[in-house]
C-alpha cells in the first residue's frame, strides 16, 4: 500500500512529539519506558540535596530522586524517590541524607526494616533521616575546640597584661633583690656543707668506731636472739602457765576450806581457840617468871607451899570469853 505524503507527515509529526516528550522526561529524570516505583520523603532540610541525586539500598544505586517541593504553609522539602528493584521494601523503612565523602554530593540510602513485612507500595511515605556529613561533623567538633581556643587566648591575654602589671620597674627591682638574696642564700648554704665536710673528715676515725660498735652490739644482740631461740621459751612459758594454774587451783582449794589449811584459814573456832590457848599460854609463862617458887619448890625443912597470889600489875590482857 503505497503511503500518501499527509500520512507520512502524521507519522513524522507524531514520532516527533513522543521523541519530545520522551526527551523532556528523560532530562527530568524520568523514563517513560522503564517501570518504576515512586516514594515519598518529608524533610526539614535537605542539606543541598540536588535532583538526579543517587538513591542507594545496601551501597546498590537503586534509582534516583525525581523532584523536591517546598511547602509553602509548613516549609517541609517533599522528596520524590524513583526506584528502580524489585527488592522488598517495608513501610517502616527510613531514607536517610548522607554525604558520601568530601567530593560527592548529598544522596540518599533506603534503609530497608527486615521485620517489618507489610510492604511499601507506589506513593507511600518514607521516614526521612538526616547523618551529617564528614564536613559537618568536624565541623561540629571544632565548633568547641574553637570556643576553648577563644577562651584560652583571652585568658592568655589577661595573664600577659597581667605579668606586665607585675613586672613594672618596682618589680623588677623586687625579683632582683630576691634572686641577690638567693643567691646569698645558697653561698651560705655552700660554707655549711663544706664545714660539715670538714667535721666529718676530722671525726673519720670517731665515726668509724661507733659504726664498728653498732656493729658490735647488733651481733651481740644477733647472738642473743639464738640463744633465746635455742632456750625453748615456748616449752619454758607452757611450765609457768601449768604451775600458775596448779597454784590458782590450790588458792581456790584454800579459800573453799579444803584440806587442814583451808580448814584453818576458814574455821573461825579453830582460830578463836589457838587464840585463847596462846593467851592463857601468854599468862603461864608470865606467871612463872613472876613466881618461880610455886612451880619449883626445894625445901629442906618442909615449908608449906604459899597460895597462889594473882599478880596486881598484870602486863598481859585476860583473853575476852
Known sequence: MKLTREIKTAILVISAILLFIWGYSFLKGRDLFTNYKTFYVEYDNVEGLSKSAPVTLNGLMVGK?????????TGKLLVELQLKTDFPISKSSTATIYEPGFIAG???AINPNYKDQILAV?????????????????????IPLQEKLEKLMV??????VGVNNILDKKGQENIKNSLSELSKTIEQFHQV??????????????INGVVNNFNKVSSDF????DSLNKADLGKTVKNLQKTLANVDV???????GKGTMGKMLNDEVLYTN????SKELELLLQDLRLNPTRYVNVSLFGKKNKPYIEPVNDTITKVKN
Not at 125 to 137: N, P, V
Open 65 to 73: 530522586v525525581s523532584n523536591i517541593s517546598i511547602d509553602e504553609k
Open 106 to 108: 548529598k544522596q540518599i
Open 122 to 142: 507506589d506513593g507511600d511515605k518514607l521516614q526521612g533521616i538526616i547523618k551529617l556529613g564528614l564536613t559537618d561533623s568536624v565541623s561540629e567538633k571544632l
Open 155 to 160: 585568658d592568655t591575654d589577661s595573664l600577659i
Open 193 to 206: 656543707s663544706s664545714n660539715i665536710n670538714i667535721m666529718l673528715d676530722e671525726n673519720k676515725g670517731k
Open 222 to 225: 644477733a647472738k642473743i636472739s
Open 250 to 256: 590450790i588458792m581456790a582449794n584454800l579459800q573453799a
Open 274 to 277: 589457838l587464840s585463847k590457848t
